[in-house]
Nanobody
Framework: QVQLVESGGGLVQAGGSLSISCVAS????????MGWFRQAPGKEREFVAA????????????AVKGRFTISRDNDKNAGKHTVDLAMNNLKPDNTTVYYC??????????????????WGPGTQVTVSS
């Protein structure tokens, strides 16, 4: 079973930058594509970015393309992968909880939310105006 733990959330001013990280661990984590989603209160969870298991392919929502960058570092021997989301030129409406997701089907690249993903507990990002 894969476990996910996010970190790095916090408060930043509009126009500023923030990076959040997700550490994925578990026996089969080497086979998982990873992604970031976000969900505001009362709204559906929405896709932000995803990255293939090798890190060779990345995918972004139109809302963040050009401002956010997803990357990953795979420590296969240790069975731990770190996925980072670097966020630049943040806007107040980017304020929400960001969730890390792991997916072994490859479906995460479509940006859709499915029941098969493994989710982290989330990290709060707050952008002040």
């Amino acid at each position: 079973q894969v476990q996910l733990v996010e970190s790095g959330g916090g408060l930043v001013q509009a126009g500023g930058s923030l990076s959040i990280s997700c550490v994925a661990s578990g026996r089969t984590v080497n086979n998982y594509a990873m992604g970031w989603f976000r969900q505001a209160p009362g709204k559906e969870r929405e896709f932000v970015a995803a990255i293939s298991w090798s890190g060779g392919s990345t995918y972004y929502s139109d809302a963040v393309k050009g401002r956010f960058t997803i990357s990953r570092d795979n420590d296969k021997n240790a069975g731990k992968h770190t996925v980072d989301l670097a966020m630049n030129n943040l806007k107040p409406d980017n304020t929400t909880v960001y969730y890390c997701a792991a997916d072994d089907s490859g479906f995460i690249a479509t940006g859709r939310v499915t029941a098969g993903y493994v989710w982290g507990p989330g990290t709060q990002v707050t952008v002040s105006s």
